[in-house]
């Protein structure tokens, strides 16, 4: 039959894709992988993250956030502000620099890259003599102090990148100044640090890796003061009033040294080992801050005692007689103080600490200096994450109760409010409470705040109390042992250790209306939880379930299950546990769901799936799905080696097949290939040519995990006939069979006494056998059937049971319809076929239109092994727009991505990130934020560039004043003089300069 297209409806359709559908990456939540430097801008407040990826990420306030990208594939090694302005300069670890505004655009700011420079020597000259060791950023704004490892300093005019040879200082220069007797004097190695004297900008101190220090004049270009330090130099600061320097060096000292105009003797130097006279680390930064009253806060990192505390991280802070060294958990990056004040030069408020995988910050100022709890840069993967569940429109009263719960968790936390506070979020506030539930390695489950920018954690839940483990409760990380030097205390979150990874969370599922919740683990083990304001101490006993059924001839090979504790536990406030199931063999749970209505969990693995009732604490269901000849199934995750052989043994047998079949079909091709052409020219002109597919080979029954189940469904639906809907059950395998049975619950009034019962009522088997990875009731509509009390919340209307239902069975390759209750396939939509990919995750989501208020479609939201999204519409099941997102490559990625309700997804870019996307034109949430110049830039200090550079600057602005005046009164005259207008002709074939000076004279008089 010839099929035709309707021109019209096809725009109309496509205009209407356009309002419901709209692909953006929007913001990335987490801790940035593999940072590797940090920056601060007091009078921005903004703080910035390079990382080893080429990425540069600025946070301020809550919700104010930025992100940039170097071209380059090399990490940035450091970032700095300019003073008092609102560009940035990193450097990267190819030796070239990148410099970075914050530009306005439409009332918000967006991160550019403006420039980009590298120096360049003399010719001839090596590498060495142009490679960035130490950058100074001059408090005037207006000039960077570049030191290379050749020990040169050389003097670059910003933001225009203008090398300013005539101020470079030489190596040459410096050591020629040098005292003779200063014993390093023929070598003094790279430039280590370089710093600003607070007092006189005019005043630079260089310090040389071998352990030199230079006081060198900017303005007199000539050295006047010589430091002689002989250890081997790690960094310098100098002290406020200008008074002192103190220098860090690799042996674990400091020196304090006194500064004038005379050259410093040795011998007059205070020099002091914080950890004993046993070799020590390298000191690898100092600070000192002062203080309105009271003693000088000292901060330092590193220099713990080599053989005893060698692998510690640590940040010494020393306040009077208050002495803490800070052990963090991973390497430190760099640190700062934030100080107070209007002119921030105030008591120190916070200390900020960079290290490898979390963001840090002490409170400076209450008693005991407790962290502060971080609103963004959180370490999601403080403990590996292993899975995630999305809950959109949380109820407010849920809401409150778990944020209650986690407020009661948060107490050590320091109650100052968060120190860093640039820019202005300008978003608006989240239309809904959504929350974003993270399993861990640990045992634990994180309830975050996904509902803006931010992800905020609201509450942790620990699984392992239930189960006996290695660790002991009564261990305290927190606090050292009394009169133990050094005096350490641990701070952070970062524990990737996990005391046994049959703990580790593989499924979660939470009704948000009832506040129920559901998780399943490593080891077969599913807990019923119940939100509960008060601490309670109960036991919890395990309901064991047999999915073998009794079939001899299989013994599970993997790990064992986790022992349940006996006695009676302590549970806080928040989820706790009141049912266990324990599935035998013990292997990881793959599929889990909820109905809080009918107090029902259903749950699969690879043997099999059940369904238990947690108001009885009842088995109702247990099926095995276990295929004779899959004895892998038996052998756990940790046994893998036969499976490697089995897979590839079964690969070779599918090449083999492929070429006897190919040699078969060769016999007497031609002959039939040209009677395929003619049938196919004459086709051509009747019909339309359906898309090209390609020949997809049925999965043979005897593939590996056949029977693992990979989804599982809760339906009010037309199973035995359509004028009666019940209860039922589905659940999809590997294998690509659909087992759907009835339930019967009891009334109301009888259902904690009566049994529930379950009965067999369909068995589908997919030709293709591809694995089932989602299935859904669709009612008489065509919607997808609400969620379990949501329609006795007022929230969805009530499905419609007049019409026929439909069934959706989404597998790997294609999107099948049938119909209820007969399971008549109605129609297709084919995946693999069309392009090759692979459905990977499928969700169902909403759709609302941009432009009108009341529309909206439901879909099903698909991402595939190519990292594609597609949106494929219901009930018709047409692909209506795909979308690439995540990198093919990404398997993790990909196995990661969860979608929301509403069009959103997440998928971790990174052990530590998630990347947040958004499928809907109407539902967005993205940075919305405006930073500005500081008001105070007026008062930053003079210039230092007078001469040819001063004027190139002041000629050049006045250039720029003068071709704006001009065009503006040109504007203006063209607009308004007619005169003007018609010797513009005229002009164009004389001399155009003289025309716009003689016109610009003209409407000036």
Not at 2 to 17: M, V, Y
Request: a negative charge.
């Amino acid at each position: 039959m010839k099929r035709f297209r309707r021109h019209g409806q096809e725009s109309q359709r496509e205009r209407l894709k356009q309002e419901l559908f709209q692909f953006n990456k929007t913001v990335e939540h987490g801790f940035p992988h593999q940072p590797s430097a940090l920056g601060y801008s007091p009078s921005l407040q903004l703080l910035a993250i390079g990382t080893r990826s080429g990425a540069i990420k600025l946070y301020g306030a809550p919700g104010v956030e930025f992100m940039g990208l170097h071209d380059e594939n090399a990490a940035v090694t450091q970032v700095h502000f300019l003073p008092q302005q609102v560009e940035l300069v990193t450097l990267l670890d190819d030796n070239s620099l990148h410099m970075w505004t914050l530009k306005a655009h439409t009332g918000l700011s967006e991160l550019l890259e403006i420039g980009r420079f590298t120096l360049t020597g003399p010719p001839g000259a090596p590498p060495s003599v142009t490679r960035v060791t130490a950058v100074l950023a001059h408090s005037s704004g207006e000039l960077l102090l570049l030191g290379t490892e050749g020990g040169h300093v050389f003097i670059v005019e910003v933001p225009g990148f203008r090398e300013l040879e005539e101020r470079n200082i030489s190596l040459d220069q410096v050591a020629s100044s040098v005292p003779d007797n200063y014993t390093c004097r023929r070598n003094l190695e790279h430039v280590e640090a370089l710093q600003e004297n607070p007092v006189n900008p005019s005043q630079v101190v260089i310090g040389y890796g071998r352990g030199l220090m230079v006081v060198w004049d900017l303005k007199k270009q000539r050295a006047i003061q010589h430091i002689p330090g002989t250890q081997q130099l790690e960094s310098v600061w100098w002290t406020e009033d200008g008074g002192y320097l103190l220098s860090s060096h690799n042996d674990g000292s400091y020196c304090r040294w006194t500064m004038g105009s005379k050259d410093v003797d040795e011998e007059d130097v205070k020099s002091d080992i914080p950890y004993g006279h046993f070799p020590c680390k390298a000191i690898s930064k100092i600070v000192q801050l002062s203080t309105e009253e009271g003693p000088p806060f000292l901060l330092f990192s590193g220099g713990m005692p080599r053989a005893s505390y060698g692998d510690r991280h640590c940040i010494t802070v020393i306040h009077g007689k208050t002495h803490v060294a800070l052990d963090f958990t991973s390497r430190i990056i760099d640190f700062f103080a934030i100080r107070g004040g209007p002119q921030h030069t105030g008591d120190p408020s916070a200390l900020v600490v960079l290290v490898e995988e979390e963001l840090v910050v002490i409170d400076l100022q209450t008693e005991g200096w407790p962290v502060i709890q971080t609103p963004y840069l959180v370490p999601l993967h403080s403990s590996a994450i292993t899975c995630s569940h999305h809950v959109s429109a949380i109820p407010l009263k849920l809401w409150e109760r778990v944020l209650a719960a986690g407020n009661m968790q948060s107490t050590h936390y320091s109650k100052k409010p968060w120190p860093i506070t640039g820019g202005q979020n300008l978003g608006p506030d989240p239309p809904q409470r959504d929350l974003l539930l993270t399993g861990h390695e640990d045992g634990t489950v994180r309830f975050w705040d996904a509902s803006g920018v931010c992800l905020y954690p609201s509450y942790k839940l620990s699984t392992a109390g239930v189960f006996h483990t290695d660790a002991d409760p009564n261990d305290n990380m927190n606090q050292g042992t009394e009169g133990e030097w050094p005096p350490f205390r641990k701070v952070g979150c970062f524990d990737p250790y996990s005391d046994d990874p049959r703990l580790g969370v593989q499924k979660i599922h939470l009704c948000k209306y009832s506040g129920y919740l559901t998780v399943a683990g490593t080891a077969g083990q599913i807990l019923v939880l119940e939100l509960n304001d008060e601490a309670a101490e109960q036991t919890v006993e395990a309901k064991v379930v047999d999915l073998l059924q009794g079939q001899e001839g299989f013994r599970w090979k993997g790990h064992t299950q986790l022992d349940v504790r006996e006695e009676p536990v302590l549970f806080p406030p928040g989820f706790q546990p009141f049912a266990l199931v324990q599935c035998q063999p013990p292997a990881v749970v793959t599929a889990l769901t909820l109905h809080s209505e009918w107090k029902l969990v259903a749950f699969g693995t690879s043997h099999g799936f059940g369904l238990y009732d947690y108001q009885q604490k009842n088995n109702v269901l247990i099926k095995c799905t276990l295929n004779p000849s899959d004895q892998l199934a038996m052998e756990g995750p940790l046994s893998r080696v036969k499976s490697i052989k089995k897979s590839l043994r079964q690969s070779f047998r599918r090449i083999r097949r492929s070429r006897v079949s190919l040699r078969k079909h060769h016999v007497n091709n031609a002959a039939k290939l040209q009677d395929a052409n003619a049938r196919l020219e004459a086709e051509l002109a009747e019909m339309e040519i359906a898309p090209v597919q390609r020949k997809i080979e049925a999965r043979s029954s005897d593939d590996s995990f056949t029977g693992l189940v990979r989804t599982i469904y809760f339906a009010d639906t037309f199973l035995a006939d359509s004028s009666h809907n019940t209860p039922s059950l589905w659940a999809g395998t590997n294998g690509g069979c659909v087992f759907a049975y009835m339930l019967r619950l009891p009334a109301a009034e009888r259902r904690a006494d009566e049994p529930v019962t379950a009965q067999p009522a369909k068995e589908i088997q997919l030709m293709h056998r591809a694995p089932v990875v989602g299935i859904l009731v669709l009612d008489g509509h065509g919607a997808p059937l609400p969620e379990p009390l949501e329609v006795a919340h007022d929230l969805a209307r009530s499905p419609d049971m007049q019409g026929s239902h439909h069934l959706v069975v989404i597998s790997e390759e294609q999107f099948k319809v049938f119909g209820l209750p007969k399971v008549s396939a109605k129609t297709k939509l084919k995946l693999t076929a069309m392009d090759g990919s692979r459905v990977r995750r499928v969700g169902v989501a909403w759709f609302g239109s941009s432009r009108s208020e009341d529309y909206g479609e439901s879909g099903l939201v698909v991402l595939t092994n190519q990292g594609d999204v597609h949106v494929v519409s219901l009930p018709t099941v047409k692909m209506q727009v795909h979308y690439p997102c995540v990198r093919r490559e990404d398997v993790s990625g990909i196995a990661s991505c969860v979608f929301t309700k509403h069009g959103q997804g997440f998928y971790l870019i990174s052990p530590s990130e998630f990347e947040r996307f958004s499928l809907s034109a109407r539902c967005l949430v993205e940075p919305r934020c405006l930073v500005e110049a500081p008001t105070d830039s007026s008062t930053q200090r003079g210039s230092l560039l007078d001469g040819a550079s001063s004027a190139h600057r002041i000629t050049k602005q006045e250039s720029e004043d003068a071709e704006s005046a001009a065009r503006r009164v040109m504007e203006h005259a063209l607009l308004n003089d007619e005169q003007v207008l018609q010797e513009i002709q005229k002009s164009l074939e004389g001399d155009h300069t003289s025309f716009l000076e003689n016109n610009v004279k003209n409407a000036v008089a």
